[in-house]
């Protein structure tokens, strides 16, 4: 079984910075992108950032563009979610996910595995 792990959520207030943290583990597992997506009370999941296996090109949607970033570290099978510049109506639950193929990044649907979220609340 293949198992995601976020963790480095909390409260923070406006401005501040967090890493997330998104760690696989179990049975080897072919994986060529993964993601990160958030979900606002009420409000649909949707597409944050995606890294692929070679690292590069990454993604990212306009809200959060130029204060996210992704980055992986391939000794501890780990996707980091740098966010910074953090702003109340980021609070969400945010999860990662993985996906076996390319394309489609921004589409909750084709990833595969899905971790169960880590709780980031931002206060003004």
């Known amino acids: 079984q293949v198992q995601l792990v976020e963790s480095g959520g909390g409260l923070v207030q406006a401005g501040d910075s967090l890493r997330l943290s998104c760690a696989a583990s179990g049975r080897a597992f072919s994986e060529y992108a993964r993601g990160w997506f958030r979900q606002a009370p009420g409000k649909e999941r949707e597409f944050v950032a995606a890294?692929?296996?070679?690292?590069?090109?990454?993604y990212a949607s306009d809200p959060v563009k130029g204060r996210f970033t992704i980055s992986r570290d391939y000794d501890k099978n780990t996707v980091y979610l740098h966010v910074n510049s953090l702003k109340p109506e980021d609070t969400a639950v945010y999860y990662c996910?993985?996906?076996?193929?390319?394309?489609?990044?921004?589409?909750?649907?084709?990833?595969?595995?899905w971790g169960q979220g880590t709780q980031v609340t931002v206060s003004s």
């Open positions: 890294i692929t296996w070679s690292a590069s090109p990454t």
């Open positions: 996910a993985s996906k076996q193929f390319s394309g489609d990044y921004g589409d909750s649907r084709v990833y595969d595995y």
